[in-house]
């Protein structure tokens, strides 16, 4: 496995820095965070829920940007400038009902939809994050921080359609982070925070049921653990940030 040597050493060097940041000798401040963050991702592959034709795949190919969603954190932070971050994400559920439908004028009482469906969408993750900050004294703080991530999303597509099948499909999983960011002190007691967690290596333990009567029932539910260096998301997060 080509990304268990870069694994490894992103696990030493989370150890190490963690071990620095403990001593219960030291006293601790506690600081509190609002995040607005933004994001996208993208994402590549086959489509098993339309009817299979001879000779042609079907694929899809998503470029999803958000921006506006809120988090919550709460920072301790000691002498030595070794802090430990816990970020909330809110659950999130998106329940669309679409449907378009046409009609022919030789049959004005008939209905027939062409595309849309029910759909659901729940998601929630979990941040811890160690940060060093680099000096607490000046105006612009710049500080660097290791995260993991744990994250769990559904998704649901229940088809209006003929050409549609029943979808679901879970992932849950764990995205390694490098965090880069910057504190700005406006006032003594407030700041502004901005960071760019940037994944190095997410694996997650994707599921899915795909009711096509044309795949055998082993390719209709499947489990599988997927890993992946660099993966193809971008996350931006503007806090601000208050001290107790």
């Known amino acids: 496995m080509k990304t268990l040597p870069i694994l490894i050493f992103f696990t030493l060097l989370f150890s190490f820095y963690f071990v ?21 991702k993208y994402t590549k592959g086959t489509d098993y829920s339309r009817t299979p034709q001879p000779d042609v795949i079907f694929g899809y190919d998503h470029k999803k940007y958000v921006f506006g969603g809120l ?38 009482n008939q209905v027939r939809p062409t595309t849309g469906g029910e759909t659901i969408l729940f998601e929630t993750a979990f941040r811890y994050q160690l940060n060093h900050y680099f000096n607490k004294e000046k105006k612009v703080v710049p500080y660097f921080g290791l995260s993991p991530q744990l994250f769990y999303n559904y998704y649901s597509l229940d088809p209006a359609t003929s050409n549609l099948f029943k979808t679901t499909e879970q992932n849950l999983g764990i995205n390694f982070a490098l965090v880069p960011g910057l504190v ?20 997650k333990l994707n599921s899915y049921n795909y009711r096509n009567p044309a795949l055998a029932l082993n390719e209709q539910k499947q489990a599988k653990i997927e890993g992946e260096l660099f993966p193809k998301n971008i996350y931006v997060r503007i806090g601000m940030l208050y001290k107790l």
């Open 184 to 203: 700005i002190n406006i006032k003594n007691k407030f700041a502004f925070d901005f960071d760019l967690p940037l994944g190095f290596y997410e694996i």
């Open 71 to 108: 988090s919550f954190a709460f920072e301790l932070i000691d002498e030595k400038f070794f802090s430990h971050e816990f970020e909330f994400n809110p659950i999130k559920i998106n329940y669309n009902d679409e449907v378009n439908t046409v009609t022919y004028a030789s049959s004005p």
């Open 20 to 40: 620095r940041a403990q001593d219960e000798n030291q006293s601790k401040k506690l600081l509190l965070k609002l995040y607005t963050n933004g994001s996208f």
